[in-house]
């Protein structure tokens, strides 16, 4: 394998990943393919805690594997993504996370189905886990198609072409074609990626063999800060890209939407409190249904922190994407993006 197996770099952008960091990686070091066949190419935003104390730690415990450590001053995940593209030198690029724990089969998995397939970027199951109550209800509600709609990598159980799956990895020529990450998205970085990469005919697959392990957000304030930065980046990523829209993609800011209107008249107009009364009980009869449902079929030991993950995910998306297109009116049709189109060697 050592003569066949094409060099592959793994791109890690992390920021204050102390507590993760080295699991993530000693996961990466048991890969099954040799390590000189691999590097680990890792975007430091500036941590300020543990995390480059530790990632010294395991380039001591691992001299045989090549990992380069760079900084990303501007601390944001595509900055981090390209600054190691540019930095890596592997014929196939594959994303890695400081919060992911991977099967010794990932990286051969992804590399094997991208020659295969002909695909331009693949991936796989996104199995999320928790480490507390919370987090594990957490886990639960983005794993299920009520709490993020139709994300195939969570859930889906055979092979597809999709629109997007988790992380990815891709051939070294994709960059060199359509460029690099939109570094003016601080997330959805990599919905827009996916869809710049579609329009010009590139296709992703989805193979249900490639796994990894995702930590959820282990309280209610850091699930609703990412799902409100997911839904307020979003209006950016459509305003790019109209034809990625969806009609699932505004059920969130509707409802939001629907809330704020009802409270407000309701104070002038006492029939509005029945259109609130309404609209409340629907939500909470389908989101307490979708939360029975999910404790039944896994035995959460907390199941009544699942309504409340549900609430949180639908909640910070749709109010972060009504923020968004108040922060952002004007720009539609506005495609300017911060993509870097160095040429990679």
Known sequence: MTETFPFVSIVMPIRNEGKSILAALDSLAAQDIPTDR????????????ETRANVLIFQK????????????PRKIVPT???????ASKGEFILRADGHTIFPNDYVRLCVLTLKSTNAANVGGRMVAMGETSFGKAAALATSSPFGIGGAFFHYGSHGAWVDSVYLGCWSREIFRTIG?????????QDDEFNYRL???GGRIWFNPDIQSRYTSRSSPKSLF????????????????H????????????VFVLSLLISLVL???????WWVLAGTLGAYLLANLTASLLTALRTRLHAPWLLPLAFSILHLAYGLGFLVGLVRFAGRWGDKIGKVPQETLV
Do not use: T
């Open 198 to 200: 579609r329009s010009h």
């Open 80 to 86: 981090g993504l390209n600054l190691a593209i540019q």
């Open 242 to 253: 109209p034809g990625q829209m969806s009609p699932r993609q505004f059920v969130p800011p």
């Open 61 to 72: 415990d691992h001299p045989s594997l090549e990992v380069l450590v760079i900084d990303n």
């Open 38 to 49: 691999m590097e680990i190419v890792i975007a430091d935003g500036m941590s300020s805690d």
């Open 180 to 188: 690099l990450f939109d570094e003016e998205l601080v997330r959805d």
């Open 225 to 240: 800060k990412q799902y409100f930065q997911y839904g307020f980046w979003k209006v950016r990523v459509l305003q790019k």
């Open 266 to 272: 309701s104070l002038a107009a006492p029939w509005a």
